[in-house]
């Protein structure tokens, strides 16, 4: 398998949440039905190059022809993911929030499959910050998402849950990527369906920021939750 460059994150790589998202349900698929898979992201995953993803129940792990580990992913128990449920807003709020994305005008990785505004076969979130810190966007997932059940497809549910997490950082102050991502898929939505993406810091740990997401439908139920592990790094180095 290759990541192509629709998939970016920074300029020279693939996007945190969609390279953790191939490995992630690639072990879920296999895995006990009472886990989640948590995904170590090893190096900034290359695009354009030749890779390996395999998996069993034990976890899987995406290497390069070399042999290098791009990322890995072991089952962890589901309910380490209790407190990943960020409380939602409503549609109107979450739209309203879109206006004060600060990446719009300051991203400091444009390309992005998820969030850059130069992405234009991105899924284009908009995660604004709301009052109290947490960060919230709309979703309306494109066709070309589906998987062959005509439900959006895992890996894209694990994307849609990466940036709304990093922008509840000061990324301004403290730019950061992907380091380690978990989640849990608990319903996939419809293409076009109407969703809500939440997202907050729960805590900073040196170089690293925890952050949590949520994935709501338009009737407030919980689709999908994940928690992040970001590092902080000088943006400069992935350009």
Same mark, same amino acid.
């Given at each position: 398998?290759?990541?192509?460059? &629709?998939?970016?994150?920074?300029?020279?790589?693939?996007?945190?949440?969609?390279?953790?998202? #191939?490995?992630?349900?690639?072990?879920?698929?296999?895995?006990?039905? =009472?886990?989640?898979?948590?995904?170590?992201?090893?190096?900034?995953?290359?695009?354009?190059?030749? #890779?390996?993803?395999?998996?069993?129940?034990?976890?899987?792990?995406?290497?390069?022809?070399?042999? =290098?580990?791009?990322?890995?992913?072991?089952?962890?128990?589901? !309910?380490?993911?209790?407190?990943?449920?960020?409380?939602?807003?409503?549609?109107?709020?979450?739209?309203?929030?879109?206006?004060?994305?600060?990446?719009?005008?300051?991203?400091?990785?444009?390309?992005?499959?998820?969030?850059?505004?130069?992405?234009?076969?991105?899924?284009?979130?908009?995660?604004?910050?709301?009052? !109290?810190?947490?960060?919230?966007?709309?979703?309306?997932?494109?066709?070309?998402?589906?998987?062959?059940?005509?439900?959006?497809?895992?890996?894209?549910?694990?994307?849609?849950?990466?940036?709304?997490?990093?922008?509840?950082?000061?990324?301004?102050?403290?730019?950061?990527? #992907?380091?380690?991502?978990?989640?849990?898929?608990?319903?996939?939505?419809?293409?076009?369906?109407?969703?809500?993406?939440?997202?907050?810091?729960?805590?900073?740990?040196?170089?690293?920021?925890?952050?949590?997401?949520? #994935?709501?439908?338009?009737?407030?139920?919980?689709?999908? &939750?994940?928690?992040?592990?970001?590092?902080?790094?000088?943006?400069?180095?992935?350009?």
């Amino acid at each position: 398998m290759r990541i192509v460059p &629709r998939f970016q994150g920074p300029a020279r790589s693939g996007n945190g949440g969609y390279v953790a998202g #191939l490995v992630g349900t690639a072990l879920a698929s296999v895995a006990a039905v =009472d886990t989640a898979p948590r995904v170590r992201l090893r190096v900034p995953p290359p695009l354009e190059t030749d #890779l390996e993803l395999l998996a069993d129940e034990s976890g899987a792990k995406l290497t390069s022809a070399a042999g =290098d580990v791009v990322a890995e992913a072991v089952p962890v128990a589901a !309910d380490t993911l209790a407190d990943c449920t960020v409380d939602a807003v409503t549609p109107e709020e979450a739209l309203a929030a879109e206006t004060k994305y600060k990446g719009l005008s300051n991203h400091p990785f444009p390309g992005c499959f998820v969030c850059g505004p130069r992405n234009a076969e991105g899924l284009q979130l908009k995660p604004g910050t709301l009052s !109290d810190g947490r960060t919230a966007c709309t979703w309306r997932p494109a066709a070309d998402l589906a998987a062959a059940d005509g439900l959006v497809d895992p890996v894209y549910l694990w994307s849609a849950l990466d940036c709304p997490g990093g922008w509840a950082i000061d990324l301004e102050g403290r730019p950061s990527v #992907l380091g380690q991502m978990s989640a849990y898929i608990d319903a996939r939505p419809q293409p076009a369906e109407p969703c809500v993406v939440m997202g907050r810091v729960l805590g900073e740990d040196g170089r690293k920021t925890h952050t949590a997401s949520t #994935l709501y439908d338009s009737d407030g139920r919980v689709l999908a &939750r994940a928690h992040h592990t970001w590092i902080l790094v000088d943006p400069a180095l992935f350009n």
